[in-house]
């Protein structure tokens, strides 16, 4: 049974970095693998996406030059260190793992199978 983790969401001021991980298990990826987020009467948005097997990276243009995604395949976890945090960043932010193989980066939430539970990120203004 796959499941995802993730952990370091918090309180935060504008400006300020936080660091969010996402534990993997029950599974080899070999897919894309991404950070979403969702605040509240939003939709769920793409934040960042590393493929597992190939290392590539894309980022959300709201996220860019702030946000860096990372993995580490030994540990089977994959991060996103957040710097720069602007109070629209507020939002649960979700890992999410795809179960069909690319070599390529999806930024889609209905092409991702598995979802962790959330972690709830807030940056006061």
């Known amino acids: 049974q796959v499941q995802l983790v993730e952990s370091g969401g918090g309180l935060v001021q504008a400006g300020g970095s936080l660091r969010l991980s996402c534990a993997a298990s029950?599974?080899?990826?070999?897919?894309?693998l991404g950070w979403f987020r969702q605040a509240p009467g939003k939709e769920r948005d793409f934040v960042a996406a590393?493929?597992?097997?190939?290392?590539?990276?894309h980022y959300g243009d709201s996220v860019k030059g702030r946000f860096t995604i990372s993995k580490d395949g030994a540990k089977n976890t994959m991060t996103l260190q957040m710097n720069s945090l602007k109070p629209e960043d507020t939002a649960v932010y979700y890992c999410?793992?795809?179960?069909?193989?690319?070599?390529?980066?999806?930024?889609?939430?209905?092409?991702?199978?598995?979802w962790g539970q959330g972690t709830q990120v807030t940056v006061s203004s």
């Open positions: 029950g599974r080899t990826f070999r897919s894309s």
């Open positions: 999410a793992a795809a179960s069909i193989y690319t070599s390529g980066l999806l930024t889609l939430p209905d092409l991702y199978d598995y």
């Open positions: 590393i493929n597992w097997s190939t290392g590539s990276i």
